[in-house]
Every structure is written in C-alpha cells, then in structure tokens.
Nanobody
Framework: QVQLAESGGGSVQPGGSLTLSCTTS?????IGWFRQAPGKERQGVASFYVHNINDPKYADSVRGRFTASRDNSKATMYLQMNNLSPEDAGMYYC???????????????????WGQGTQVAVSS
C-alpha cells in the first residue's frame, strides 16, 4: 500500500530544534513538507525533486532555519528545524506527487498523496 508516514514531532521552547522524518513508499518524483496551524490554510514548507535532492525549495518564512534532506536509499525525507518560534507550530505533513509544476510547489492542491501529520508545538 502506497503511503507516507511522518514522525518526530513534539513540543519545544522558542529557539529550540526538532527533526521530522517522513518515510515514503511507492515511486514519486516530488516530495515535500507542508504545515497547518489551527484556523489557517495549509502552507508549503519545503519540497524536492527526488532526482535533484541537493536543490530543495523553501518557503521564505523558513529559509535559513529549516533544512530539508532526503536519503533515497532509505526512502526517507527529513526536515531539520532550528530556531523555532511559536509561528512555526502546527501539524506538519509530508506530501508526494508524480508530477508537479515547480513554480506552484507550495500549493497543496498540486500534491497527490498526504501523510497523517505530526504535531509540532512551540511554547515557553
């Protein structure tokens, strides 16, 4: 069964760090991270083209603080999150798609498959 499985969420204080993981099954050309805070729309955080894992795309709000990586041998994607703030809190999802218009990677409607999500809380 094709699926995505996130892990690694938790609760940290502002300025803290967390690393999320997403294990993928099936063959996907595009994989990504999204997040959704309560009452807000889901937004793109980072994405990859799996044949160019050294060039992830980032949302402006996380660039320089978050690092997305991918281990193709383990079919696992990671999101290292540093210097977290309360604005980073929410449910984090991984997503996958066989096709994607790169300029629209941050639009949730362009992604085919979603994981169940992992919760990230940031508070003092």
């Amino acid at each position: 069964q094709v699926q995505l499985a996130e892990s690694g969420g938790g609760s940290v204080q502002p300025g803290g760090s967390l690393t999320l993981s997403c294990t993928t099954s099936g063959s996907w050309l595009y994989i990504g991270w999204f997040r959704q805070a309560p009452g807000k729309e889901r937004q793109g955080v980072a994405s990859f083209y799996v044949h160019n894992i050294n060039d992830p795309k980032y949302a402006d709000s996380v660039r320089g603080r978050f690092t997305a990586s991918r281990d193709n041998s383990k079919a696992t994607m990671y999101l290292q999150m540093n210097n977290l703030s309360p604005e980073d809190a929410g449910m984090y999802y991984c997503a996958a798609s066989p096709i994607l218009w790169p300029a629209r990677w941050a639009m949730p409607s362009n992604w085919r498959l979603w994981g169940q999500g992992t919760q990230v809380a940031v508070s003092s």
